[in-house]
Structure formats: C-alpha cells, structure tokens
C-alpha cells in the first residue's frame, strides 16, 4: 500500500493550516502546563501555567546565576541545574510566582515543567 497522497484527493483550508503552522511555531517558545488537580500556591489557585520561554533575554539568565551566587549556590552548566531551571521557568512563567512555587508543586508538576525548560535551553544552543 502506498502512503503518497495525491494533492487532488485532499482538501485544506489554508487559513486553518496557517493557524496550524503559527501554533506549531510558537510551541517551540511555549509550554501550557496542565495540573490534574488544582495548584495552590499563595492563597490563588492554578490549573494550568503557562510558560514564555522566548520572553526571556540574556539579561534574565544572567540575573539568575547572580542570584543563585547570592544564594552561595555554583552554576556550572545552567541547562542541568535544577535551581537554574526553576528559577528560569520562573521568569518565563506568565503568572507571577516565585521559584518556591515550584519546590511546593507534586513532584511529577515539577519535574515536566522542568523539563520543558530544559528542553528549550538544549534547543537553543543548537
């Protein structure tokens, strides 16, 4: 069986494939973090977060490593630092919430937003 697809048999909206290809664009600076049960942190409820990486600047990274040396805590590499992680998903977040937020979030929350950072960093050094 053969997965070529003749042009004549499908038919696209162009305005929606636009639609799609600008959200599929912006994914890559966007993460929308989806709780399963609300999260509660400083008397506001959460369900969902949503993080602007491309927001940030150099400016922001650096502000983090100064205020983890602050905190007399070494940077090394800041893609696999978890304090450097949550601090910058903290920046990028587009609700103001602390890094401490994150210490207070189930370990699964934490661990795929975390992640997403990560996945940004790796991909913008590419």
């Known amino acids: 069986m053969s997965t070529e697809l003749k042009k004549e048999?499908?038919?696209i909206d162009e305005e929606e494939f636009a639609i799609a290809e600008k959200e599929a664009a912006e994914s890559e600076f966007v993460y929308v973090h989806?709780?399963?049960r609300p999260f509660e942190y400083q008397g506001k409820s959460y369900k969902k977060?949503?993080?602007d990486w491309d927001k940030l600047t150099g400016k922001d990274g650096l502000d983090i490593e100064n205020e983890m040396q602050a905190l007399g805590k070494a940077v090394i590499v800041?893609?696999?630092s978890g304090e450097y992680l949550i601090r910058f998903a903290a920046k990028a977040c587009n609700e103001r919430i602390g890094a401490d937020a994150f210490e207070m979030m189930k370990i699964a929350d934490y661990?795929?937003?975390r992640s997403a950072a990560r996945s940004f960093l790796l991909k913008s050094e590419l």
């Open 9 to 11: 048999n499908i038919a």
């Open 34 to 36: 989806e709780f399963k």
């Open 49 to 51: 977060l949503t993080f």
């Open 78 to 80: 800041p893609t696999f």
């Open 111 to 113: 661990n795929k937003i």
